[in-house]
Nanobody
Framework: VQLQASGGGLVQTGGSLRLSCLASGVTFSDYGMAWFRQAPGKEREFVAF???????TYAGSVKGRFTISRDNAKNTVYLQMNSLRPEDTAVYYCAAGRPIQSSMRFTTSYYYWGQGTQVTVSS
């Protein structure tokens, strides 16, 4: 199983980026897909989650600015990030798992992880 994240980069405050995560070696539609992020010196934190049926959940800090979506035909999950802020600077990770509703925000609920892609928002 491999999750390949891409799309990170350097952007100014207020800018946008779209992250992608391509899954291989797994039946993509069987898994919920999430994005987490980790800033230097901080714990990895939940950002967004999408079930195979497209139901989505967001962290409060990104709700209304970020949109998670998935294309099951392409085995890919996306994270569209708008109105970026310096505090969004982090390494972003995609993850695959089958969490129940109450556990989707926990890293331990996921079986597979991508390698991470750096997002840097300059002020």
């Amino acid at each position: 199983v491999q999750l390949q994240a891409s799309g990170g980069g350097l952007v100014q405050t207020g800018g946008s980026l779209r992250l992608s995560c391509l899954a291989s070696g797994v039946t993509f539609s069987d898994y919920g897909m999430a994005w987490f992020r980790q800033a230097p010196g901080k714990e990895r934190e939940f950002v967004a989650f999408a079930r195979s049926g497209q139901t989505t959940t967001y962290a409060g800090s990104v709700k209304g600015r970020f949109t998670i979506s998935r294309d099951n035909a392409k085995n890919t999950v996306y994270l569209q990030m708008n109105s970026l802020r310096p505090e969004d600077t982090a390494v972003y990770y995609c993850a695959a798992g089958r969490p129940i509703q109450s556990s989707m925000r926990f890293t331990t609920s996921y079986y597979y992880w991508g390698q991470g892609t750096q997002v840097t928002v300059s002020s």
